[in-house]
T-cell receptor
Framework: GEDVEQSLFLSVREGDSSVINCTYT??????LYWYKQEPGAGLQLLTY?????DMKQDQRLTVLLNKKDKHLSLRIADTQTGDSAIYFC???????????FGKGTSLLVTP | SQTIHQWPATLVQPVGSPLSLECTVE??????LYWYRQAAGRGLQLLFY??????ISSEVPQNLSASRPQDRQFILSSKKLLLSDSGFYLC?????????????FGDGTRLSIL
């Protein structure tokens, strides 16, 4: 099956930018997604990008997609302590219904 | 707007007991519905999905079953729980177009098997 890879941990200082990276393997994915999970909670859809786009910006969030390298990144500008959470990258799967998730990147924002 | 509800939020059950987790969606019709399990390693595994009433597809063989008795209701069940069924269970919904709708998740059920 396809694998979505993410680094497991990232620590940044409050006010800095955070960049969370993801690599995926399914070149036929139509959409790629970023979800946020706070402790004990479900997954919250943050943003998603259509595969024919290179970039999408939504307030403090910027998604960059390099389809050639199958690389997706999420940049959070002016990171706040409330941004501390686990961030999941996901891609459409071949079945068309399931999403393939990475194992998540745990972001810690320190004061 | 659309909302998704799961209950209970936490559940502690003995090995061998039955299970019923419920998920309902409001504000949309004919959604695709999903059950995922998130184990300790944080990855999400799709267990079941449904594209309509009474239509259930299983992604992995297991001790669990799913049912969709109504358009916006999705139930995860087991007749006899195993220790390995412990985990965080997440229900999700998406629009009824294949593959091009994001999935929206409920708050999850933390299941502990003793």
């Amino acid at each position: 099956g396809e694998d979505v890879e993410q680094s497991l941990f990232l620590s940044v200082r409050e006010g800095d930018s955070s960049v969370i990276n993801c690599t995926y393997t399914d070149s036929s994915s139509t959409y790629l997604y970023w979800y946020k999970q706070e402790p004990g909670a479900g997954l919250q859809l943050l943003t998603y990008i259509f595969s024919n786009m290179d970039m999408k910006q939504d307030q403090r969030l910027t998604v960059l997609l390099n389809k050639k390298d199958k690389h997706l990144s999420l940049r959070i500008a002016d990171t706040q302590t409330g941004d501390s959470a686990i961030y999941f990258c996901a891609e459409d799967s071949n079945s068309g219904y399931a999403l393939n998730f990475g194992k998540g990147t745990s972001l810690l924002v320190t004061p | 707007s659309q909302t998704i509800h799961q209950w209970p939020a936490t559940l502690v059950q003995p090995v061998g007991s039955p299970l019923s987790l419920e998920c309902t969606v409001e504000g949309t019709s004919n959604p695709n519905l999903y059950w995922y399990r998130q184990a300790a390693g944080r990855g999400l595994q799709l267990l079941f999905y449904s594209v309509g009433i009474g239509q259930i597809s299983s992604e992995v063989p297991q001790n669990l079953s799913a049912s969709r008795p109504q358009d916006r209701q999705f139930i995860l069940s087991s007749k006899k729980l195993l220790l390995s069924d412990s985990g965080f269970y997440l229900c999700a919904w998406s629009g009824d177009s294949l593959g091009d709708q994001p999935q929206h998740f409920g708050d999850g059920t933390r299941l502990s098997i003793l």
